[in-house]
């Protein structure tokens, strides 16, 4: 609409004018060249983390049955955290475990928004996952759970699935991959930068090509083992202070290239 026709306008014509730009993969790095017009030397890519708390958690027997309790789980499920806007590709994830026939467990506040303007189109795969989902006992739509409990229902999961049509980051999957579980997702954006090979790949596209990605992985305990010990390795390359310090960088650079006003 205008509102976001004239929003952007002022992004652009800030973002021409500044020494340096920070931006989380080299997908948005391209984006921001096509779509801005920036000079590719202005953008710095530096790559985010997972918060130090998403890990594998040994010996949790007592604790994961806690959980499961809490949330009434079934012993084994499909994990989505995350969004609902049109990137996320819900609907083809959820008409794929309900091929498949197996539970999936959502998370995210926006799946349970009250508050929600279902009228805007940008809102528009949400009504679409509220029909999908109502009366099917398969999904368990837990909306926001405290980040102790999302570190347990990673380690828990037999697969993260996340087929998204576009990702500029993709955090939930390092998230995942930090704790170890197993990641069934798609090559669209930057998720290759993020996950490398330490995943199942599926076309997001392809409803088929979901179902039969996260067939392979939920129903093969070998794989699931190779791709968490893959995703785990993956996972430690990303880490806050290699963020802080890359960012601290890009500063000095600015502070370097600046003239001081007289």
């Known amino acids: 609409g205008l509102k976001g026709f004239l929003k952007w306008q002022i992004q652009e014509f800030t973002l021409n004018r500044v020494n340096a730009i920070i931006t989380d993969s080299l997908s948005s790095?391209?984006?921001i060249v096509k779509y801005a017009g920036i000079e590719d030397t202005k953008i710095n890519v530096i790559y985010l983390a997972a918060g130090e708390e998403f890990q594998r958690i040994h010996n949790s027997e007592f604790i994961i049955q806690n959980l499961r309790r809490k949330y009434n789980l079934p012993d084994k499920f499909v994990?989505?955290?995350?969004?609902?806007?049109?990137?996320?590709?819900?609907?083809?994830?959820?008409?794929?475990?309900?091929?498949?026939?197996?539970?999936?467990?959502?998370?995210?506040?926006a799946l349970v928004d009250a508050?929600?303007?279902l009228n805007n189109s940008w809102n528009k795969d949400?009504?679409?996952?509220?029909k999908m989902i109502d009366?099917?006992?398969?999904?368990?739509?837990?909306?926001?759970?405290?980040?102790?409990?999302?570190?347990l229902l990673y380690n828990m999961a037999a697969v993260f699935a996340m087929p998204s049509i576009y990702e500029g980051f993709g955090l939930p999957i390092?998230?995942?991959?930090?704790?170890?579980?197993?990641?069934?997702?798609?090559?669209?954006?930057s998720i290759p930068e993020i996950a490398g090979e330490?995943?199942?790949?599926?076309?997001?596209?392809?409803?088929?090509?979901?179902?039969?990605?996260?067939?392979?992985?939920?129903?093969n305990q070998n794989l699931q083992k190779e791709f968490s010990e893959k995703a785990i390795r993956q996972s430690r390359k990303f880490t806050w202070s290699k963020t802080a310090k890359e960012t601290i960088q890009v500063y000095k650079n600015v502070g370097l290239a600046v003239k001081p006003r007289e």
Not at 89 to 104: F, G, S, T
Not at 135 to 151: A, E, M, S, W
Request: net charge positive.
């Open 79 to 109: 994990l989505y955290v995350g969004d609902v806007t049109w990137n996320k590709n819900l609907p083809r994830l959820i008409a794929a475990v309900q091929k498949i026939d197996i539970p999936l467990v959502l998370v995210g506040k």
């Open 115 to 117: 508050n929600a303007d």
């Open 198 to 219: 330490a995943c199942r790949y599926v076309d997001a596209y392809n409803t088929e090509s979901i179902v039969l990605g996260i067939s392979e992985v939920f129903n």
């Open 126 to 130: 949400l009504v679409n996952v509220r």
């Open 135 to 151: 009366g099917d006992k398969r999904i368990i739509l837990l909306g926001f759970v405290p980040t102790k409990d999302l570190v």
């Open 29 to 31: 790095k391209k984006d």
């Open 174 to 189: 390092l998230e995942a991959m930090s704790c170890g579980c197993p990641v069934v997702t798609s090559r669209q954006g």
